[in-house]
């Protein structure tokens, strides 16, 4: 079946615009979480959804970033006013987890991830 | 709160050697514990993972990995490695109980030459 899929797979742009980066998840996963991987570094965790409903957002650096997840399945990365510092590869991950449940299916199944860079 | 350290930042092998990669960790809860690795240009894809048992965890191409909770440990091992194994290499960890997401370490660039 079809894996995590991530568009666009590159996106430019000049300090202070907007951008949106798009995660379609596996079909069926309840749970999506975006990460952040800056050159040299691992992952680092952003925001988690069970659902529609944000689970865990303590990973956002700042209010200039906002995801959303209105029907529960595609979700979208917000970024306003962009700075150069968040030039990075932005990383989407479903999984099948559910909501109070057990955490033995808790593998996140990754997408190839979205390269941002802001010039 | 919990981190990931992962000592080598690169590790290079000659085909068929025998690898170790080292993580530690640091956690005020009890934890899962992660192997991802990433390919060039590829996703991240699961390695193998400790939730509870056997300390001894086996996983996909070969790849093994021992839980010690007394050093707060989680080393990756392979006995004979191949040119396909460079990659690099991703130690995890998520809290018991709490939220699902995932904490990395830096990583750990395996190149395995002939």
């Known amino acids: 079946g079809a894996g995590v899929s991530q568009t666009p797979s590159n996106k430019v742009t000049e300090k202070g615009k907007y951008v949106e980066l798009r995660c379609d998840p596996i079909s069926g996963h309840t749970a999506l979480y975006w990460y952040r991987q800056s050159l040299g570094q691992g992952p680092e965790f952003l925001i988690y959804?069970?659902?529609?409903?944000?689970?865990?957002d303590s990973g956002l650096p700042n209010d200039r970033f906002f995801a959303v997840r209105p029907e529960g399945s595609v979700s979208t990365l917000k970024i306003q006013r962009t700075e150069r510092g968040d030039s990075a590869v932005y990383l989407c991950a479903s999984s099948l987890t559910l909501a109070g449940g057990p955490t033995s299916n808790n593998e996140q199944f990754f997408g190839p991830g979205t390269r941002l860079t802001v010039l | 709160a919990q981190s990931v350290t992962q000592l080598d930042s690169q590790v290079p092998v000659f085909e068929e050697a025998p690898v170790e990669l080292r993580c530690n960790y640091s956690s005020s809860v009890s934890v899962y514990l992660f192997w991802y690795v990433q390919y060039p240009n590829q996703g991240l894809q699961l390695l193998l993972k400790y939730l509870s048992g056997s300390t001894l965890v086996k996983g996909i191409n070969g790849f093994e990995a021992e839980f010690n909770k007394s050093q707060t440990s989680f080393h990756l091992r392979k006995p004979s490695v191949h040119i396909s194994d460079t990659a690099e290499y991703f130690c995890a960890v998520s809290s018991q109980g709490g939220s699902e997401k995932l904490v990395f370490g830096k990583g750990t660039k395996l190149t395995v030459n002939p």
């Open positions: 959804f069970q659902g529609t409903g944000a689970a865990d």
